[in-house]
């Protein structure tokens, strides 16, 4: 059994770079009181970046090759729409298939830092979004498509690691060597203490007038097992309640040792998808058939890394599938149905117009509206 670094450090620290008090701190949290300009960079910040630069030049060495067929100045447009609709389909994802109560009973939470993003998200926002661009710049819809579910692929690995250096989507119950045992979280991802008296609590975060920050806690009881709060030697804390000057000491509440989901996620949809999805386009010459082998690979390792995963707070199983292996699911099903429209209609990729250097202009296509061969 191994115990994650928040159990036992707590100063243990998501960020990767900061600057206050007039120098520059590597994983260090900013402290509270800090001076100066504060820009801390987070593990998830550096996944981010790290997938946008690696899309912008992938996408202009794959443009000059004439593998991605449109004009110079219509990558960087395409990867710019690919990045609006992956935050605002990522939030819509989270609020529509895991917290709709929250987010919409007050819609401008949508706009906070309160929680993540969920993948499935943001991929039907790249699918809509690339829909409308399609047709904008008159290229195949699925073209576009094919170029984005190796960035996927390839930020699938940096987002899983992030997500468990914060101790996020952690899995089931596991009594194997590498089981990690966790810092228990409920609703939005949200602290779960308790005090002396074993009751369990919410933490939350407050934002006061003047940039002051508090904390309450509200009453919780988690629907998953964790560690018997005398059994284990997790670092106790105070949190001040602002609307009634109480101080009230509690502990972390620690998960029994669970599957390190995040890391197997990390290898299936992340490395061993990418591996399949480069072989895939060093020999596909049809429009189309990166997306449907992204749609059934990732639906289906999906499906299957979910078995480790535990379901989130308060959701639990619905037909025995987990919310996230329902959402797979139709991935798959997407995917095979994709498969079959390739083959009814086949598009070359070799007859899309583009301006790179070197690349032969096609023959003359009759096209539709949408861009397709009439």
Not at 19 to 39: C, N, T
Request: charged share 15%.
């Amino acid at each position: 059994m191994i115990d994650h670094p928040y159990i036992s450090d707590p100063d243990y620290s998501t960020t990767v770079v900061s600057w206050y008090d007039g120098g520059l701190h590597f994983f260090s949290s900013v402290p509270a009181g800090a001076e100066g300009f504060e820009v801390p960079i987070n593990v998830f910040h550096l996944a981010y970046s790290i997938i946008f630069v690696f899309a912008w030049i992938m996408c202009y060495v794959w443009w000059k090759r004439g593998s991605f067929r449109v004009t110079r100045r219509q990558v960087l447009d395409s990867i710019l729409v690919a990045v609006a609709a992956i935050v605002i389909g990522g939030r819509l994802g989270e609020a529509i298939f895991y917290q709709p109560e929250y987010y919409f009973s007050h819609p401008g939470r949508l706009l906070t830092n309160a929680s993540g993003f969920t993948i499935h998200g943001m991929i039907l926002g790249v699918i809509f979004a690339f829909w409308f661009w399609a047709r904008w710049i008159k290229r195949p819809w699925f073209h576009l498509l094919d170029q984005t579910v190796i960035f996927v692929a390839f930020g699938t690995p940096l987002g899983r690691i992030a997500n468990f250096l914060s101790a996020d989507l952690w899995g089931r119950e596991s009594d194997l060597p590498w089981a990690v045992r966790f810092p228990m979280r409920g609703p939005i991802s949200r602290p779960v203490v308790a005090n002396q008296q074993g009751e369990m609590f919410l933490v939350f975060r407050d934002e006061l007038p003047g940039d002051k920050i508090a904390y309450h806690i509200e009453p919780y009881t988690p629907d998953q097992p964790c560690m018997p709060l005398e059994s284990a030697d997790y670092f106790s804390y105070h949190l001040g309640s602002h609307d009634s000057g109480i101080i009230e000491y509690a502990r972390m509440v620690v998960t029994t040792p669970r599957h390190p989901s995040q890391l197997y996620q990390a290898i299936t949809e992340g490395v061993i998808l990418l591996l399949i999805l480069v072989l895939v386009r060093a020999r596909t010459k049809t429009v189309g058939q990166l997306s449907a082998w992204f749609l059934v690979c990732y639906g289906g390792l999906r499906m299957v890394t979910e078995n480790f995963r535990q379901p989130e707070p308060g959701l639990g199983f619905l037909l025995g599938l987990t919310r996230g292996q329902l959402l797979s699911l139709s991935m798959v099903i997407g995917g095979l149905v994709l498969f079959w429209q390739i083959r009814r209609k086949p598009i070359l990729i070799e007859t899309i117009p583009t301006d790179a250097p070197g690349v032969a202009a096609p023959a003359p296509v009759d096209t539709a509206p949408n861009g397709k061969p009439a």
